[in-house]
């Protein structure tokens, strides 16, 4: 099985940036993509950001030029560096993979930006 775990998650002001980074441990050869989700109170949880094993990389349009999702090969980790943030990127971040058996989330980091 693929493990995986969210860092980066806080409180900023609006306009500032924050850095999540997703480890993942186990499978790591079985994972085929990776997803950035997000999920706001009463909302549903939605795509944020992916990124496939072939470096092919997709946002919502929501936060298409302000966010962006990388990967670091060698340390497993897939990052999303969240820039301009506005108080509606407020939600608990979720990290996915798509694992050539099905998928695995991470626990999630709270990201909270102030107006």
């Known amino acids: 099985q693929v493990q995986l775990v969210e860092s980066g998650g806080g409180l900023v002001q609006a306009g500032g940036s924050l850095r999540l980074s997703c480890a993942a441990s186990g499978r790591t050869l079985s994972i085929k993509a990776v997803g950035w989700y997000r999920q706001a109170p009463g909302k549903e949880r939605e795509l944020v950001a992916s990124?496939?094993?072939?470096?092919?990389?997709n946002y919502a349009d929501s936060v298409k030029g302000r966010f962006t999702i990388s990967r670091d090969n060698a340390k497993n980790t897939v990052h999303l560096q969240m820039n301009s943030l506005k108080p509606e990127d407020t939600a608990v971040y979720y990290c996915a993979a798509d694992a050539d058996y099905g998928s695995e989330w991470g626990h999630g980091t709270q990201v909270t930006v102030s107006s």
């Open positions: 990124i496939t094993y072939g470096g092919i990389t």
